[in-house]
Nanobody, 120 residues
Framework: QVQLVESGGGLVQAGGSLRLSCAASGQIFNIKAMGWYRQAPGKQRELVAIMPSGGSTNYADSVKGRLTISRDNAKNTVTLQMNSLKPEDTAVYYC??????????????WGQGTQVTVSS
C-alpha cells in the first residue's frame, strides 16, 4: 500500500506565498517521478510541475518563474514553493507520484488534494 500525504494548503492574499509538501510512504521500490497537479472548478486537472528522477523538470507555462518544485529522494517527499500567487492559482492541488513496488512495473498514485485559495 502506497500513500501520499499532503500538507501546506490554505488561504493567502494575492502576491503571497505558500509551500505545499507531500510525503510518499508504504511499499516503495523506486520512484520514477513526483509532481503536482491542480484542478480549478469547471476545469480539467492540469499539470503544475513534475520532477522526473534523472530527467528535466517540467512546469506549466502559467507558473514558470513563480512556482518551484523540489524533491528529497531520501525522504520520498516533494514540495511546491508557491510565490507571487494570483487568484487564478486557486484550485485543489494534488500530489502525484509514479512508483514501483517491485521491478519495473510503475503505477500512478495520488494524494487526496489540498485546497489553495488566493484572494485579490
Amino acid at each position: 500500500q502506497v500513500q501520499l500525504v499532503e500538507s501546506g494548503g490554505g488561504l493567502v492574499q494575492a502576491g503571497g506565498s505558500l509551500r505545499l509538501s507531500c510525503a510518499a510512504s508504504g511499499q516503495i521500490f523506486n520512484i520514477k517521478a513526483m509532481g503536482w497537479y491542480r484542478q480549478a472548478p469547471g476545469k480539467q486537472r492540469e499539470l503544475v510541475a513534475i520532477m522526473p528522477s534523472g530527467g528535466s523538470t517540467n512546469y506549466a507555462d502559467s507558473v514558470k518563474g513563480r512556482l518551484t518544485i523540489s524533491r528529497d529522494n531520501a525522504k520520498n517527499t516533494v514540495t511546491l514553493q508557491m510565490n507571487s500567487l494570483k487568484p487564478e492559482d486557486t484550485a485543489v492541488y494534488y500530489c502525484n507520484a509514479v512508483i514501483s513496488k517491485s521491478g519495473s512495473i510503475y503505477n500512478n498514485y495520488w494524494g487526496q488534494g489540498t485546497q489553495v485559495t488566493v484572494s485579490s
